[in-house]
């Protein structure tokens, strides 16, 4: 079946901003809220059921060009688009609003 991209996000971050993100991504799960992806101008909101097909994976990507390999974590959550049973999560991505602050991209904000 092919696949529609409908929310991407990327950038390099501290591992302890990436744990923060975890976090609070993982309390809203549990709290079963509304969850929302947003940087700049994208956004999209998702409902999620209460079961959802949870993965973990580990790769390494070789180069051929002789650099170092990369390797990459992924978690994904996987569910039925029509699926009826539903919980919330809200989380957006915000631009800082202080001068002097990392403007290299969104910061994670709790709504």
């Given at each position: 079946m092919p696949e529609?991209?409908?929310?991407?996000?990327?950038?390099?971050?501290?591992?302890?901003?990436?744990?923060?993100?975890l976090r609070t991504v993982a309390?809203?799960?549990?709290?079963?809220?509304e969850f929302t992806l947003q940087s700049g101008t994208e956004s999209i909101t998702l409902t999620l059921p209460n079961r959802v097909e949870f993965e973990v994976e580990l790769e390494r990507e070789t180069s051929t060009s002789g650099r170092s390999a990369e390797i990459?974590?992924?978690?994904?959550?996987?569910?039925?688009?029509?699926?009826?049973?539903?919980?919330?999560?809200?989380?957006?991505?915000?631009?800082?609003?202080?001068?002097?602050?990392?403007?290299?991209?969104?910061?994670c904000d709790l709504v």
């Open positions: 529609e991209t409908l929310f991407e996000f990327e950038r390099d971050m501290d591992v302890a901003e990436v744990a923060q993100y309390d809203h799960l549990e709290a079963g809220d990459e974590l992924e978690f994904e959550l996987e569910w039925d688009e029509n699926a009826a049973d539903t919980g919330d999560l809200s989380i957006e991505w915000k631009e800082p609003k202080q001068s002097g602050t990392r403007s290299d991209g969104p910061i």
